[in-house]
Nanobody
Framework: QVQLVESGGGLVQAGGSLRLSCAASGRTISTYAMGWFRQAPGKEREFVAH????????YYADFVKGRFTISRDNAKNTLYLQMNSLKPEDTAVYYC????????????????WGQGTQVTVSS
């Protein structure tokens, strides 16, 4: 079992930046592909970014390309999401996920989830 805990969310003005972290415990994440998803009120959970177990390959949703960067530090058992040029429409609860067993862009493909961290972007 892997336990995931997100942190780093908060309130930021449009154009600002935040860095989310996802700390894992229970077992190493070094063999897991991982992803970030988000869910806004009244909307379905949507894919944000994905990274392979080694960090050698990343993939992003079109709406965050060029603004968000996913990375990982396997030695620290931690996943990151650097978010720049934030927009009000980025407001959501952000979740990290691990244990991929299918398409990396589908939230149902992951076995393990954190509790989420709230990101609010004001205009």
């Amino acid at each position: 079992q892997v336990q995931l805990v997100e942190s780093g969310g908060g309130l930021v003005q449009a154009g600002g930046s935040l860095r989310l972290s996802c700390a894992a415990s229970g077992r190493t994440i070094s063999t897991y592909a991982m992803g970030w998803f988000r869910q806004a009120p009244g909307k379905e959970r949507e894919f944000v970014a994905h990274i392979t177990w080694s960090g050698g390959s990343t993939y992003y949703a079109d709406f965050v390309k060029g603004r968000f960067t996913i990375s990982r530090d396997n030695a620290k058992n931690t996943l990151y999401l650097q978010m720049n040029s934030l927009k009000p429409e980025d407001t959501a609860v952000y979740y990290c996920a691990a244990g991929l067993k299918g398409s990396p862009t589908r939230w149902t493909s992951y076995n393990y989830w954190g509790q989420g961290t709230q990101v609010t972007v004001s205009s």
